[in-house]
T-cell receptor, first 111, second 112 residues
Framework: DSGVTQTPKHLITATGQRVTLRCSPRSGDLSVYWYQQSLDQGLQFLIQYYNGEERAKGNILERFSAQQFPDLHSELNLSSLELGDSALYFC??????????FGPGTRLTVL | QQQVKQSPQSLIVQKGGIPIINCAYENTAFDYFPWYQQFPGKGPALLIAIRPDVSEKKEGRFTISFNKSAKQFSLHIMDSQPGDSATYFCAASLCEGNQFYFGTGTSLTVIP
């Protein structure tokens, strides 16, 4: 158990809908990273927050957004969902240094 | 553009064998190279990591070999066991707190 929690575990929704994925980092970790894992793209970095502020952006679509709250939990919002957004979404956290601890992921299925 | 290239895509070995997974990178500014292990339905878990000032690192049955001049690094699993069957990802990072650039993963199956 990495200490990173993600909810929900599974999410099934329809095209055009909006969903919110939640991540609670390990106690004391200030950084949260979001990654998307799909069969054809592997693990792709989406966005990073550090202590409430956006730190870095990767291959994140404009339909996606994220935020980190004062209690350090983070939410990833996905809107106008398309079939191709179906994937596993992981968050990871770190306190400092290089090591990132990954949560169990949220499996999103868009029908 | 894939920053880190990983091979093979899949690997099957007998119990006790030594599977080797290879990764290559282009960006010489990378300075941290972790390997993650992922079981079905779980998140990736850090297995072992190396910095470019070291050519080899061992942790238990897992060894990273690093060749800075060739811009390649590899994972060796000694005395592999069926419980090692998982997907392995190499990655690279530019600096502390930076995002990871992952390889595409290697699915390892260890046959009893």
């Amino acid at each position: 158990d990495s200490g990173v929690t993600q909810t929900p575990k599974h999410l099934i929704t329809a095209t055009g809908q909006r969903v919110t994925l939640r991540c609670s980092p390990r106690s004391g970790d200030l950084s949260v990273y979001w990654y998307q894992q799909s069969l054809d793209q592997g693990l792709q970095f989406l966005i990073q927050y550090y202590n409430g502020e956006e730190r870095a952006k990767g291959n994140i679509l404009e339909r996606f957004s994220a935020q980190q709250f004062p209690d350090l939990h983070s939410e990833l919002n996905l809107s106008s969902l398309e079939l191709g957004d179906s994937a596993l979404y992981f968050c990871a956290s770190s306190v400092a240094g290089y090591t990132q601890y990954f949560g169990p992921g949220t499996r999103l299925t868009v029908l | 553009q894939q920053q880190v290239k990983q091979s093979p895509q899949s690997l099957i070995v007998q119990k006790g064998g030594i599977p080797i997974i290879n990764c290559a990178y282009e960006n010489t500014a990378f300075d941290y190279f972790p390997w993650y292990q992922q079981f079905p339905g779980k998140g990736p878990a850090l297995l072992i990591a190396i910095r470019p000032d070291v050519s080899e690192k061992k942790e238990g049955r897992f060894t990273i070999s690093f060749n800075k001049s060739a811009k390649q690094f590899s994972l060796h699993i000694m005395d592999s066991q069926p419980g090692d069957s998982a997907t392995y990802f190499c990655a690279a990072s530019l600096c502390e707190g930076n995002q990871f650039y992952f390889g595409t993963g290697t699915s390892l199956t260890v046959i009893p």
